[in-house]
């Protein structure tokens, strides 16, 4: 939880510059979640619309 709060503290400006370091850390977390959880939507995504058109290619 501390990461959500450095991260909106660089976010509002007002953080304490030693605690930088950290934020910046909280960053690049949320972007690897955000990017992780993009790919596997594309992923699902995908395969679902692959076996739509296979399904109704059987009928």
Known sequence: MEELY??????NGSMHPALLPLAH???????AAVSRAAGAFLLSYFRTIRKIVEDQARS
Request: no cysteine.
């Open 25 to 31: 850390r909280a960053l690049a977390g949320l972007a």
């Open 6 to 11: 450095l991260l909106f503290q660089l976010l």
